[in-house]
């Protein structure tokens, strides 16, 4: 990849960034104004994204691919499936994982695997099953 080429997708994903950013804002805001809720803290979960950061004497690029920031004291989400719970969790900054937390626990089997598997009334039975204690 060129320099010039480099430059361009570090702008376009920051921009991409900000975009994703604004709409989750619209998003909640609709929802808190529905529920005549407001906001008690607020956390951005960027995640799948890049950062300029200092690693040692050096200032590199860090890909977050599947992951998210986890400095010290940071808060984030690392979010559960759409039958699991999420959880807000407070950034170790463990030098050891680039201060970066996994954002979800992975799939048990691919997006098209689970299509061919599951249809709509499956999705129903399982949201529909109540496991609570």
């Not at 690029?61 to 992951?67: D, E, F, I, N, S």
């Amino acid at each position: 990849m060129q320099k010039g080429e480099g430059t361009e997708y570090v702008k376009a994903m920051a921009l991409m960034g900000r975009y994703a950013s604004a709409n989750h804002e619209i998003i909640h805001g609709a929802v808190l104004d529905f529920l005549g809720e407001t906001a008690r803290i607020t956390i951005e979960n960027h995640h799948n994204f890049a950062w300029k950061e200092k690693i040692g004497l050096r200032e590199v690029m860090v890909h977050r691919k599947g992951a998210t920031p986890a400095g010290k004291g940071v808060l984030g989400i690392i979010p559960g499936s759409m039958a699991d719970p999420g959880f807000i969790v407070r950034g170790l900054g463990n030098e050891a994982s680039l201060s970066s937390a996994a954002h979800g626990a992975g799939r048990r089997m691919s997006r098209k695997a689970a299509i061919k598997r599951f249809d709509f009334k499956d999705l129903q039975d399982i949201m529909e099953k109540d496991e609570s204690p």
